[in-house]
């Protein structure tokens, strides 16, 4: 069993910053990948960032130097700076794990984030 946990969502007024983390916890053998994407009312899951393992990261054009995504072992995290009130959004982290299994992707519970002025 694997658990994706995210923390650091909240309210923040457009142009402020927010870090949200994530930590890959239970029966890992390797992460190939992980990342963020988001889901605003109304809309689809979008992708934010993805770093795959030894990869080129992956950002959304609605992103680009804002966002930075970084990962140590098992936490990645999502640096906002910059934020726009089109960024509020419910924020999921996603890895894809390698246990003793099976290769597959997680899904974190989601955490909100909110740019409201």
């Known amino acids: 069993q694997v658990q994706l946990v995210e923390s650091g969502g909240g309210l923040v007024q457009p142009g402020g910053s927010l870090r949200l983390s994530c930590v890959a916890s239970?029966?890992?053998?390797?992460?190939?990948?992980m990342g963020w994407h988001r889901q605003a009312p109304g809309k689809q899951r979008e992708l934010v960032a993805v770093l795959p393992a030894g990869g080129i990261t992956n950002y959304a054009d609605s992103v680009k130097g804002r966002f930075t995504i970084s990962r140590a072992k098992n936490t990645v995290s999502l640096q906002m700076n910059s934020l726009k009130l089109e960024d509020t959004a419910v924020y999921y982290c996603?890895?894809?794990?390698?246990?003793?299994?099976?290769?597959?992707?997680?899904w974190g519970q989601g955490t909100q984030v909110t740019v409201s002025s």
């Open positions: 996603n890895a894809e794990v390698e246990t003793m299994t099976t290769v597959r992707g997680y």
């Open positions: 239970g029966s890992i053998v390797s992460i190939r990948s």
